[in-house]
């Protein structure tokens, strides 16, 4: 299939291009808007002149005018870049700031967490988003959204990963708009009784009620978290168990109300309403009444991003349905990503579950129709699941390369849990909507209630049997973006080899794939030649990492577990190897001595080059430099805060490098 043919695909690749281009670049608004506007008078002076849209200099100033556009729908997203962002305002410690509740997060064991918007700072209005946490007290009741809230607590910036390949949750908030955090207590804030209302926090509190509702039912702690993420997209009460059984076994999208979920929903509502069609303007009653309904499924289950870009695709496809041209799939796709979610928030082009919802979706438009023509069975019910199949390796194959790039893990046996639950879904989706209306009305029948219960249970233990069978699940696969790239340019390239087996297609086919194995046998080599040690980060632990080639040894205290900070170093710097060691008071790397001084305070007095200080040493560090001279001083996160302070301050006075990892981040030796 020509995609390109299909002009709002070329728009919406343009302006993916023009939303790139801010992304990496820095512009200035207004500078941005006079060249639109400029663009838009040339454009008007071409056709008035030539009366011909199809000229190539109508087409030139078009894609610039469409990359500008998306340049500009970026820059214009950025909150920071607007003047009455709060860190325009010059504030100190003492401003009272007003904060109203934006999104309520999962709370982690020692703190409640929450989106908040800043609407003012002292006197001054603003705007923008910040993190807030509070202890997680019991004393304290949760925020609800569209709370208000007065604190004078202080504004902090997110810090940045203190150790090598660690998840960037600083980049991850900045591409939200978040810049700061608040760490609040429990003293420091009141809240304002006369808080406004929005249709978010109206549709939370719609949410809120059907799930006090549901707990009133005799419905099971695993089950009833499961029936809140597919019916409510609230995720919060999963167990951890239960969550991590569907990410093995390649179904987590199941929980996450999306695409999926209103596609299957918009079929149900067509097959309900598909009487109405007898009656005068009856396909107009469907498509306002599945519109109406599809939006309200979104409104009860939280008006999230993943749930908005859902909507609104399948509000086209109701459109298409209702003009009778539900096949022209990819206009529709793309008029929906470019007219409706990226002009208005350009960031969801950088959101993971954006990225692998559409590629799920075109893969599945695109390469469906080829798998399904390789055979074509005559019993109706294998030629169904045979579709089904075929439905599920397209969208696996489509959002592969993203699932290893971001979690570099892939589920061998995907197409066992799409195969069973996939097909019940919509059954499970229906049966769940009519338990919640007979719940909120008081008349849900108990026979009803646990009927739902064991289908829930049935669902989850599948799960559980399919994540179990670890040897088909794939860990540990290092995928970087150049192959993340390479590897769509494969499939593109075998994909029309499939549809236009020639030459040309055969050649420019295994010319990707060569190149994809060049890229990633030096990516080999070049981790073979690599030769690191690193001084990691960790509270209340010493831990050094001395990497050769492959090869990894973990100094530590006789700790042999791996942790969080040596999965991700492994997996991104293709460690094959393992081994742990207890840590020495000295150690010679490229023949650069380092001294090791612990809790004993014992040191050579022969001159050294570096000294890393752990586990708090009661030393005198001005007689220290003094008798060694030492080049630099490491500190660890083994050490008391007071003493890093004090340690700061004499090097400082002396005038010594001094490198703390709890501030500076991991340490190399080099």
Same mark, same amino acid.
């Given at each position: 299939?020509?995609? !390109?043919?299909?002009?709002?695909?070329?728009?919406?690749?343009?302006?993916? /291009?023009? +939303?790139?281009?801010?992304y990496?670049?820095?512009f200035?608004?207004?500078?941005?808007?006079?060249?639109i506007?400029?663009?838009?008078l040339?454009? @008007?002076?071409?056709?008035?002149f030539?009366k011909?849209?199809?000229?190539?200099?109508?087409a030139?100033?078009?894609?610039?005018l469409?990359?500008?556009?998306?340049?500009?729908c970026y820059?214009?997203a950025?909150?920071?870049?607007?003047?009455?962002?709060?860190?325009?305002?010059?504030?100190?410690?003492? =401003?009272?700031w007003?904060?109203?509740?934006?999104?309520?997060?999962?709370?982690?064991?020692y703190?409640l967490?929450?989106?908040?918007?800043?609407?003012?700072?002292?006197?001054?209005?603003?705007?923008?988003t910040?993190?807030?946490?509070?202890p997680?007290?019991? %004393?304290?009741a949760?925020?609800?959204?569209? =709370?208000?809230?007065?604190?004078?607590?202080?504004i902090?910036?997110i810090?940045?990963?203190?150790?090598?390949?660690?998840?960037?949750?600083?980049?991850?908030?900045?591409?939200?708009?978040?810049?700061?955090q608040?760490? +609040?207590?429990?003293?420091?804030f009141?809240?304002?009784?006369?808080?406004?209302?929005? /249709?978010?926090?109206?549709?939370?509190?719609?949410?809120?009620?059907?799930?006090?509702?549901?707990?009133?039912?005799?419905?099971?702690?695993?089950? !009833?978290?499961?029936?809140?993420a597919?019916?409510?997209?609230?995720?919060?009460?999963?167990?951890?168990?239960?969550?991590?059984?569907?990410?093995?076994?390649?179904?987590?999208?199941?929980?996450a109300?999306?695409?999926?979920?209103?596609?299957?929903?918009?079929?149900?509502i067509q097959?309900?309403?598909?009487?109405?069609?007898?009656?005068?303007?009856?396909?107009?009653?469907i498509?306002?009444? %599945?519109v109406?309904?599809l939006?309200?499924?979104?409104f009860?289950a939280?008006?999230?991003? #993943?749930?908005?870009?859902?909507?609104?695709?399948?509000s086209?496809v109701a459109?298409?349905?209702?003009l009778?041209r539900?096949?022209?799939?990819? &206009?529709?796709?793309?008029? #929906?990503i !470019?007219?409706? /979610?990226?002009?208005?928030? *350009?960031?969801?082009?950088?959101?993971?579950?954006?990225?692998?919802?559409? @590629?799920?979706?075109f893969?599945?438009?695109?390469?469906?129709?080829? !798998?399904?023509?390789?055979?074509?069975?005559?019993?109706?019910?294998?030629?169904?699941?045979?579709?089904?199949?075929c439905? #599920?390796?397209?969208?696996?194959?489509?959002?592969?390369?993203?699932?290893?790039?971001?979690?570099?893990?892939?589920?061998?046996?995907f197409?066992?849990?799409?195969?069973?639950?996939?097909p019940?879904?919509?059954?499970?989706?229906?049966?769940?909507?009519?338990?919640i209306?007979?719940?909120?009305? &008081?008349w849900?029948? #108990?026979?009803?209630?646990?009927?739902?219960?064991?289908?829930?249970?049935?669902?989850?233990?599948?799960?559980?049997?399919?994540?179990?069978?670890?040897?088909?699940?794939f860990?540990?696969?290092?995928?970087d973006?150049?192959?993340?790239i390479?590897?769509f340019?494969?499939?593109?390239?075998?994909?029309?080899?499939?549809?236009?087996?020639?030459y040309?297609?055969?050649?420019?086919?295994?010319?990707?794939?060569?190149?994809f194995?060049?890229y990633t +046998?030096?990516?080999?080599?070049?981790?073979?030649?690599?030769?690191?040690?690193?001084?990691?980060?960790?509270?209340k632990?010493?831990?050094?990492i001395?990497?050769?080639?492959k &090869?990894?040894?973990?100094?530590?205290?006789? &700790?042999?577990?791996?942790?969080?900070?040596?999965?991700?170093?492994?997996?991104?710097e293709?460690?094959r190897?393992?081994?742990?060691?207890?840590l020495?008071?000295s150690?010679?790397f490229?023949?650069?001595?380092?001294?090791?001084?612990?809790?004993?305070?014992?040191?050579?007095?022969?001159?050294?080059h570096?000294?890393?200080?752990?586990?708090? *040493?009661? +030393?005198?560090?001005?007689?220290?430099?003094?008798?060694?001279?030492p080049?630099?001083?490491?500190?660890d996160?083994?050490?008391?805060?007071?003493?890093?302070?004090?340690?700061?301050?004499?090097?400082?006075?002396?005038?010594?490098?001094?490198h703390?990892?709890?501030?500076?981040?991991?340490?190399?030796?080099?």
């Amino acid at each position: 299939m020509k995609l !390109l043919a299909f002009i709002p695909i070329r728009l919406t690749l343009l302006l993916i /291009l023009g +939303i790139l281009i801010g992304y990496f670049f820095t512009f200035n608004l207004q500078y941005l808007q006079i060249f639109i506007i400029v663009l838009f008078l040339v454009l @008007a002076a071409i056709f008035l002149f030539e009366k011909n849209t199809k000229s190539i200099l109508f087409a030139i100033v078009s894609a610039i005018l469409f990359v500008s556009i998306g340049t500009y729908c970026y820059t214009n997203a950025q909150p920071i870049n607007h003047k009455d962002h709060y860190t325009k305002r010059t504030f100190t410690d003492h =401003d009272i700031w007003n904060l109203k509740i934006k999104e309520v997060l999962k709370p982690t064991q020692y703190s409640l967490r929450y989106y908040a918007t800043v609407k003012s700072i002292g006197t001054h209005p603003t705007n923008g988003t910040i993190l807030i946490s509070i202890p997680n007290d019991s %004393s304290i009741a949760s925020l609800k959204i569209d =709370d208000e809230l007065m604190t004078y607590s202080k504004i902090e910036i997110i810090a940045s990963p203190l150790n090598p390949h660690q998840f960037d949750y600083k980049n991850y908030l900045k591409s939200l708009g978040i810049y700061h955090q608040m760490r +609040i207590k429990p003293r420091q804030f009141t809240i304002t009784p006369t808080a406004e209302t929005s /249709l978010k926090g109206i549709a939370a509190k719609a949410r809120n009620h059907i799930i006090a509702k549901l707990k009133n039912e005799n419905f099971g702690k695993d089950e !009833l978290g499961v029936i809140q993420a597919l019916l409510l997209g609230q995720r919060s009460e999963i167990s951890q168990e239960t969550y991590t059984n569907y990410q093995k076994a390649g179904a987590i999208h199941i929980l996450a109300v999306s695409g999926l979920h209103i596609g299957i929903l918009l079929l149900l509502i067509q097959i309900l309403l598909s009487p109405i069609k007898q009656l005068p303007k009856g396909r107009t009653i469907i498509l306002l009444l %599945s519109v109406i309904l599809l939006w309200g499924f979104a409104f009860l289950a939280g008006l999230s991003a #993943s749930i908005i870009r859902a909507t609104t695709m399948f509000s086209f496809v109701a459109y298409a349905l209702y003009l009778n041209r539900p096949s022209n799939t990819f &206009n529709i796709l793309a008029l #929906s990503i !470019l007219f409706i /979610l990226l002009f208005i928030d *350009p960031n969801l082009l950088f959101q993971v579950g954006f990225q692998m919802s559409y @590629a799920a979706v075109f893969a599945i438009l695109w390469i469906f129709p080829l !798998l399904k023509n390789i055979w074509y069975p005559k019993n109706k019910i294998v030629r169904y699941f045979w579709q089904l199949l075929c439905v #599920s390796i397209a969208a696996q194959l489509g959002v592969l390369p993203i699932s290893l790039f971001y979690f570099h893990q892939f589920p061998g046996l995907f197409f066992i849990s799409n195969l069973v639950i996939v097909p019940a879904l919509g059954l499970i989706l229906g049966m769940g909507i009519l338990v919640i209306f007979l719940s909120l009305i &008081n008349w849900l029948p #108990s026979q009803i209630a646990l009927i739902y219960n064991d289908i829930i249970w049935l669902m989850n233990s599948l799960i559980a049997w399919v994540a179990q069978q670890e040897s088909f699940i794939f860990k540990a696969i290092l995928f970087d973006f150049i192959q993340l790239i390479l590897s769509f340019t494969v499939i593109v390239l075998g994909l029309e080899l499939w549809a236009k087996f020639n030459y040309k297609c055969l050649v420019l086919f295994f010319t990707g794939i060569i190149c994809f194995q060049g890229y990633t +046998i030096y990516q080999e080599y070049e981790a073979n030649e690599k030769i690191e040690a690193i001084v990691l980060h960790k509270t209340k632990e010493r831990i050094i990492i001395n990497r050769n080639g492959k &090869n990894l040894s973990i100094l530590n205290d006789g &700790n042999n577990q791996t942790n969080y900070l040596i999965t991700g170093y492994t997996t991104a710097e293709r460690i094959r190897t393992i081994r742990f060691d207890t840590l020495k008071n000295s150690y010679l790397f490229k023949d650069e001595p380092l001294i090791i001084i612990d809790s004993t305070g014992i040191y050579p007095p022969s001159p050294s080059h570096k000294i890393l200080l752990t586990q708090s *040493p009661k +030393i005198n560090l001005d007689r220290l430099i003094d008798s060694i001279k030492p080049s630099e001083i490491i500190v660890d996160g083994s050490n008391y805060n007071s003493y890093v302070d004090r340690w700061k301050a004499t090097c400082i006075k002396n005038k010594i490098p001094f490198h703390y990892t709890g501030e500076k981040g991991a340490y190399y030796l080099e």
